[in-house]
């Protein structure tokens, strides 16, 4: 195997199934790397996995959340901006076919 084989078969793989990431603080690196150790074993892809799928279940109830609260905002204004309106006595009549109408007592 000479070295553009070696390039287009190994290093290919390693840089699509890899991940390099930069300027993380020590403390913040540091936490990451015990946290994989304990919870994890060592497995830093699998915990990326997992805070990657609480930030999102965490975006998609903060959005339910809000779109929630906005609908019983927009219920609440839409029942106070409706004037009140007097009640009218209800009136018995009679409607017959022709349009002409009679008043029931």
Known sequence: MDRTEFEENVLK????????????????????VKFAE??????YGMVLVEL????????FLEVTFFENINMKL???IS????PKKEE???TKEIRFL????????
């Open 13 to 32: 793989k390693c840089k699509t199934q890899g991940l390099v990431i930069s300027r993380i603080p020590k403390s913040t690196r540091d936490e990451f």
């Open 74 to 76: 927009e219920y609440l």
């Open 79 to 82: 029942k106070l901006d409706v």
């Open 38 to 43: 304990e919870y994890y074993a060592d497995d």
């Open 52 to 59: 990657w799928k609480n930030y999102k279940r965490s975006q």
């Open 88 to 90: 009218e006595k209800p």
């Open 98 to 105: 022709n349009g002409r109408k009679v008043r029931k007592e």
